[in-house]
């Protein structure tokens, strides 16, 4: 079971028990297996920029290079902002306890683009905890599963069903696009339609 995700309300700490929720466990998924003539399964391979030369499983590979082209590893490489200057890795939010005060409306939740979604089962001291998700508290926190260059965003709160959920996602940057200027209204006008040629006969259609 993966490491519980441990929380701080009121002073009391709670322990999470998380479960990812992803669209097999709701809807079921299947596989696609490609068999050649003698029904032995295929293989994913990559035909390379030669035209002729296939790479198979395993064959591909990445590589760092200088301007210079010289060969550079992972751990040599450092990650920058557009200034150029370093960027702070964040650690996991596993590694810490979460204290949960800042709360979020249901607009800034609503204006995140969520990716991952777990259930959570608390444990015996999550009643206070509990009583704020059922009024409708929505807590929101930095969250990184593992780690990295920067973290999401992390939304506590209850689902309809009664039981707690962790959203996480990223913010969505839309902006409303309106018309520079409004269409002018079309002018009235009295003038007769015209002849009844003119006139569309539509029980004709």
């Known amino acids: 079971m993966a490491k519980p995700l441990t929380v701080i309300f009121r002073g009391e700490t709670v322990n999470l028990d998380l479960a990812k929720v992803d669209r097999d466990k709701l809807y079921g998924y299947s596989d696609v297996e490609v068999v050649d003539d003698a029904g032995k399964p295929c ?33 040599d490489l450092k990650a920058v902002d557009l200034e ?12 810490h306890p979460v204290t949960l005060e800042t709360t979020a409306t249901l607009d800034e939740y609503l204006s995140h683009n969520i990716h991952a979604l777990y259930h959570l089962t608390p444990d015996e001291a999550s009643e206070p905890l509990q009583e704020a998700l059922a009024s409708g508290t929505i807590f929101s926190f930095p969250f990184s599963y593992r780690g990295g260059l920067e973290a999401s965003a992390g939304f506590l709160l209850q689902g309809a069903d009664g039981n707690p959920f962790l959203c996480v ?24 339609l015209g002849d009844d040629d003119d006139i569309l006969d539509f029980s004709a259609m």
């Open 43 to 75: 293989e994913l391979a990559n035909l390379i920029s030669d035209g002729h030369s296939i790479v198979g499983k395993g064959g591909p590979a990445r590589a760092y290079l200088t301007e210079d082209g010289l060969w550079r590893k992972k751990a």
């Open 169 to 192: 996602g990223a913010r969505t940057d839309a902006e409303f696009i309106g018309l520079d200027e409004a269409a002018p209204a079309a002018a009235d006008t009295d003038e007769p």
């Open 84 to 95: 150029n200057n370093p960027l702070v890795p964040v650690k996991s939010t596993f590694d």
